[in-house]
């Protein structure tokens, strides 16, 4: 761990993201010490302009809500789905896939098909769907954004299984009698973690990206306050208060590419060959 953290620091763009990520995180943890009560309260004069009151230094929105107070409290929300929705999608994808690879036979066929059938629809648009056909809210939306995340996981995992599962110390392992599940967790999926944990934290940021576009066509949770919601609301003032969906939208952007940063610092520290070639 020490070797990888000392490759990953290395990476000036991959630490940024990091401090950024770790900002961004800090202040959604803190929103209720920072701007207590509740985000959707009115308490500010209606379009108020940033910097136009010291006590509202982002302004407000139409309703005069403080947007400093959602900002905030949205990223809680949207960090909880992205971050939710990649663990049970790289999980769900890392099981599946270690499945299909180490068998293959009729389990292979029925899983890799199984995932190409939630791949020949745009991720997007099943997305909606899922929330649509259920009531919106924070588990459907996680669970819409698995459906559509895990198949490239599962698809990952088992081509690295592929090509281990006839590897000698697997070879090896079975002629010592240690039997497949014990080979697959120990042996196997040890040696899958560096694409797997790279591409789980791209799918943190599609996940955000994708719970802020279903909040943005109103199919979040009503009840919860996201940085997607936060734009809808401001969209109908771009023309007269562009600040209102530009704030939050550059939280996500901002997020969005931290966490990039993050993935791409990640796989060069895990890529033996990169590694090999930055020293």
Not at 22 to 35: C, H, K, Q, T
Not at 98 to 105: D, E, I, M, N, P
Not at 242 to 254: D, E, K, V
Request: glycine content about 10%; some cysteine; aromatic content about 8%.
């Amino acid at each position: 761990m020490s070797a990888l953290w000392r490759q990953f620091r290395r990476n000036r763009p991959a630490l940024a993201g990091l401090t950024i990520l770790a900002l961004v995180v800090a202040l959604g943890v803190g929103a209720p010490l920072i701007r207590p009560g509740d985000p959707w309260a009115e308490i500010a004069q209606p379009d108020l302009w940033p910097g136009e009151d010291w006590r509202f230094p982002f302004g407000s929105d139409v309703l005069g809500r403080d947007l400093l107070s959602g900002l905030l409290h949205g990223a809680r929300v949207s960090l909880v789905i992205g971050f939710s929705a990649a663990l049970v999608a790289g999980s769900l994808g890392t099981l599946t896939g270690s499945l299909a690879g180490f068998y293959g036979g009729w389990l292979d066929d029925a899983l890799m098909r199984l995932a190409e059938s939630f791949q020949t629809i745009p991720a997007f648009l099943m997305a909606i769907v899922i929330v649509a056909l259920f009531s919106p809210s924070p588990l459907t939306i996680v669970l819409s954004i698995v459906a559509v995340s895990w198949p490239g996981v599962a698809r990952l995992v088992r081509a690295e299984t592929l090509r281990l599962r006839a590897a000698d110390f697997v070879l090896a392992c079975r002629s010592f009698g240690m039997g497949d599940a014990r080979i697959i967790l120990t042996q196997i999926l040890p040696n899958c973690l560096a694409p797997v944990i790279v591409t789980i934290s791209v799918m943190v940021a599609s996940g955000i990206l994708i719970e802020a576009g279903l909040s943005f066509l109103g199919l979040g949770d009503p009840s919860q306050l996201s940085w997607g919601t936060m734009i809808a609301i401001g969209r109908g003032s771009l023309r007269s208060a562009w600040y209102m969906s530009a704030i939050p939208g550059l939280a996500i952007l901002l997020t969005v590419m931290a966490i990039n940063l993050i993935g791409d610092g990640l796989n060069d520290a895990l890529n033996p060959y990169l590694r090999d070639r930055s020293k």
